[in-house]
């Protein structure tokens, strides 16, 4: 037996009315973010027939009986937050550069054309904002392996492509997928600022910088070289060996000096012989120089007596006057 037509007219009219119910749901209740990337908050509404949304905008840490601010309007969200979705139904929007300061809860809301009435999605978003680490011991020995690792406390895709930097310059062109980094037998010029990246669409998120230290082996054969090869430590070994070659040269010569000093006692003394000798000779000299002839001044006399004395240069002793024959 077939219903009458008047029911069915009541279920279809039910079911039509029925679907257009008051609320907001969203895709997710809780969305974890790295900081300096886009988030995309996904969410539909739905409202009754015989209402006109004149209004309609996303608002965070809504307040009962405090009116919520249009976060479109506010400066610190302004610029960075895009609206995807429409008038119908859909709600989605993206917040794009987000920091540890856009953690909240965040509500969609709309108002109708009907007087008090409007409606807010809540339980909303809970957004948290966290940054890429890269993990590492604080130092290693040389010559041993060593794995960093890059990770975050919010799950990353499946899909997310990892890129690794030293002092700020990427280590390989080559994205990997492993958000792990290997360094065999690390040597001392692999020390230094390391720091892992995710590419999110056309620009990558870079986590802060941790120092890797490698510590100097003592037994390793190559730790001469890796001194020698340092900046400077070449130029200050040839300085050092040219003071010490001049050091020896120096010593040497002195114990040359000496040694002929000790050897030849007659070199001490050749000086003062050779003095003597030479005194003897103007002496001679002086005794064979023929008597002047007298002459009445005898001032003249004394003159030409004082005159070879000075001309002795003080060796002999002379008598100034002259003598008497």
Known sequence: MAPPL???????IHRAYGQYEWGVKYRDSHICALKNSSVIMSCTYSYPTGYKIMKLFWTKNPRKGEESPDLSEDPEYSQRLQYLGDTQQSCTIRLSH???KDEDEYCFRFITDKPDVKWIGYPGVNLTVTDLQVEAPERVTEGHNVSLT???SCTLTDRATFIWYRNSQPLTERRDRNNQLLLQSVRREDAGRYSCAVQEHNHYLISP??????MFYPGADRNVIVIAATSGG?????IIIIIILFIMKWIKRRSTIQ???TNDPSASSYAALDLKSRSDDLYNTLTTVPPTPAVQHSGSSEYENLSVSRRSSGLLNISSKSPHY
């Open 259 to 261: 040694e002929y000093e």
């Open 234 to 238: 070449l130029l200050i070994i040839i």
């Open 6 to 12: 008047s029911l069915v007219i009541l279920l279809v």
């Open 98 to 100: 987000v920091t540890q």
């Open 209 to 214: 910088d941790v120092q890797l230290n490698v």
């Open 150 to 152: 890059c990770k975050s």
